[in-house]
């Protein structure tokens, strides 16, 4: 049950991104033409047809599931970017990445996924994460847990005096201040290296199969699914400031989610060596 909105069933919304991901995206990779992907800032901001497909069809497909609500969807956003406010107001608000990672998709890598939240008044109330080359969808419920494939998974707390390996933004694609503070994580001990899709580093927190991410951006379609998975899983995120991130913004950067609290702390202690 989705707290305040008990009448969504979890397995619609879930069948709602399968149907996407089998419709819009699995057809075209790997079998991607030139002309199908735009570069949009640059040759690292990529968008296929897939993408856009995809979140056209979810948005029609959850905005049914549940009336009066509003979908913030990468793309759109790129078209209007006033439809990114709707993450201030008081209607119920989709959050939607239909292709996160684009740059592994469009090279024929697997490590691409879907990801979709369920918001209200800057909260997160439940995700879900696709990864439909690998068949694996996580799904999270605030208060109810995270699961995977239906099976419960826990990040489990890291063992004292373990090295630490974390996934974290490309210094190339930061400020100075940014580049400085995840100089932090360039220690003994620590066992850094660029992420990949935000969406599926979540799900390796979550799983505890990876320890942290340390992120230098804010847009919500990468991070809410991912936070409330992790939370749910038994982590915990952080800013510098020493407060969990908001989807809604102005967050001191770069933040860190990580498989437990004590873990999320020395992640964000280490990232403060060098903030400004």
Known sequence: MIEHFPGIALSEVEAAIRDAAATEIMPRWRQLAAHEIVEKK???DLVTVADRGAEERLTEALGKLLPGSVVVGEEAVHAD????DALHGDAP??????????????????????LVALALRGEVLASWTYAPARDEMAVAV???GARINGAEIRSGALRPGA???VAM???DYTTPDQKRALLGLRTEGVAARPCGSAGLEYLAVARGELDAVAFSWELAW????????????GGAHLTPAGVPFRITGENALPFTAARDAATAERVRA???????
Do not use: K, M, N
């Not at 990468?222 to 749910?232: K, N, R, S």
């Open 169 to 171: 933004s490309h210094p």
């Open 163 to 165: 090295g630490l390996r």
């Open 93 to 114: 608000v989709w959050i939607v990445d239909p292709v996160d990672g684009t740059r592994q998709f469009v090279h024929g890598d697997p490590g691409f996924c879907t």
């Open 142 to 144: 605030r208060g109810g």
């Open 42 to 44: 640059g040759p690292h």
């Open 222 to 233: 990468d991070h809410a699914a991912g936070l409330l998975l992790v939370t749910e899983a």
């Open 270 to 276: 280490l990232l403060s060596t060098h903030t400004p």
């Open 81 to 84: 970017p006033a439809v990114y």
